[in-house]
């Protein structure tokens, strides 16, 4: 008889909207203890996931879960990465991208159920200043609405928007020096998506064509940001044709220099990490193996 397989969940409490729930009963309740072997564990603050991930991969565990939302699977993939061990996503955030992306089920029983009996395969990893990240990295007023979404106290989608409808009025943009493919731009930033997934989360589609296993970063660039244009981005997000409204400039590459004439924050993931004026952006294809 085959070994079970053993799956280590790592659920971070303060994720999500809802807050109420039982997560370890309805995890466990949902398992089929005769199949799987599993292990709960959780989260006790900012960081404690990566640490988690990576004891969990050397104990040998299969499969490590992130049970939470966009932060918390990037702190577990950060964890994983040059291990043998494959990232699980059981969706529990605001804006879950990288599992929309992955076409992982938002609903806690179907997610628990498909990372039991999972496909395995391979994605690629971006890094920004050295900072790992699964879904999208950014410069600009992306960045800063993440910034403040983390300072508001509250969490979901009206949340976010409340906070970038208020931001949007006093943001300006920064010049910038982006050098890629051999070529150097000079233009500037209001915001510089980096995408390897094709959304930050909620269905917006920072950049639809992008390709988690291509081998290259989508840039998705917005010069400046007046009211019609914003309007245009903002169908184009939703309907998932922002490249086709002429609202944004799109790249494709697997390095890429930015040069800021001020700082710009930036966020790897939806998490708001610093202010930097210099940024090295880069890709290493298939570099962590999920379980979908």
Same mark, same amino acid.
Request: net charge neutral; glycine share 10%; proline share 4%.
């Given at each position: 008889?085959?070994?079970?397989?053993?799956?280590?969940?790592?659920?971070?409490?303060?994720?999500?909207?809802?807050?109420?729930?039982?997560?370890?009963?309805?995890?466990?309740?949902?398992?089929?203890?005769?199949?799987?072997?599993?292990?709960?564990?959780?989260?006790?603050?900012?960081?404690?996931?990566?640490?988690?991930?990576?004891?969990?991969?050397?104990?040998?565990?299969?499969?490590?879960?992130?049970?939470?939302?966009?932060?918390?699977?990037?702190?577990?993939?950060?964890?994983?990465?040059?291990?043998?061990?494959?990232?699980?996503?059981?969706?529990?955030?605001?804006?879950?991208?990288?599992?929309?992306?992955?076409?992982?089920?938002?609903?806690? @029983?179907? /997610?628990?159920? &498909?990372?039991?009996?999972?496909?395995?395969?391979? +994605? $690629?990893?971006?890094? %920004?200043?050295?900072?790992?990240?699964?879904?999208?990295?950014?410069?600009?007023?992306?960045?800063?609405?993440?910034?403040?979404?983390?300072?508001?106290?509250?969490?979901?989608?009206?949340?976010?928007?409340?906070?970038?409808?208020?931001?949007?009025?006093?943001?300006?943009?920064?010049?910038?020096?982006?050098?890629?493919?051999?070529?150097?731009?000079?233009?500037?930033?209001?915001?510089?998506?980096?995408?390897?997934?094709?959304?930050?989360?909620?269905?917006?589609?920072?950049? @639809?064509? /992008?390709?988690? &296993?291509?081998?290259?970063?989508?840039?998705?660039? +917005? $010069?400046?940001?007046? %009211?019609?244009?914003?309007?245009?981005?903002?169908?184009?997000?939703?309907?998932?044709?922002?490249?086709?409204?002429?609202?944004?400039?799109?790249?494709?590459?697997?390095?890429?220099?930015?040069?800021?004439?001020?700082?710009?924050?930036?966020?790897?993931?939806?998490?708001?990490?610093?202010?930097?004026?210099?940024?090295?952006?880069?890709?290493?294809?298939?570099?962590?193996?999920?379980?979908?």
């Amino acid at each position: 008889m085959p070994a079970k397989p053993r799956i280590c969940f790592l659920i971070n409490p303060n994720s999500g909207t809802d807050r109420r729930q039982d997560v370890p009963a309805l995890i466990t309740h949902c398992l089929d203890a005769d199949d799987v072997d599993h292990e709960i564990r959780l989260t006790r603050y900012a960081g404690h996931a990566e640490q988690l991930a990576r004891q969990a991969a050397a104990e040998g565990f299969r499969t490590v879960v992130a049970v939470g939302g966009d932060g918390t699977v990037n702190e577990v993939g950060r964890g994983l990465l040059g291990t043998t061990t494959a990232l699980g996503i059981v969706p529990r955030g605001s804006g879950n991208g990288l599992a929309r992306h992955l076409r992982i089920p938002l609903a806690l @029983p179907a /997610a628990v159920q &498909r990372v039991c009996r999972p496909t395995f395969q391979r +994605i $690629d990893v971006g890094h %920004i200043n050295g900072r790992a990240f699964f879904c999208t990295a950014g410069l600009g007023f992306d960045a800063h609405v993440s910034k403040c979404f983390a300072e508001a106290g509250t969490r979901g989608l009206s949340t976010y928007v409340k906070v970038a409808l208020r931001e949007y009025r006093h943001y300006r943009s920064t010049a910038v020096t982006v050098t890629l493919n051999g070529e150097t731009l000079h233009t500037d930033c209001y915001v510089l998506a980096f995408a390897n997934a094709a959304q930050y989360g909620n269905n917006a589609y920072i950049a @639809p064509l /992008a390709d988690i &296993r291509d081998g290259l970063l989508d840039l998705c660039l +917005i $010069d400046s940001l007046p %009211i019609v244009r914003a309007v245009r981005v903002s169908l184009g997000l939703a309907l998932g044709n922002l490249p086709a409204s002429g609202a944004a400039v799109f790249h494709t590459s697997r390095h890429i220099r930015v040069q800021a004439a001020a700082p710009l924050g930036f966020h790897v993931d939806g998490d708001y990490v610093a202010a930097a004026q210099d940024f090295e952006v880069a890709l290493t294809p298939l570099a962590l193996e999920v379980a979908t």
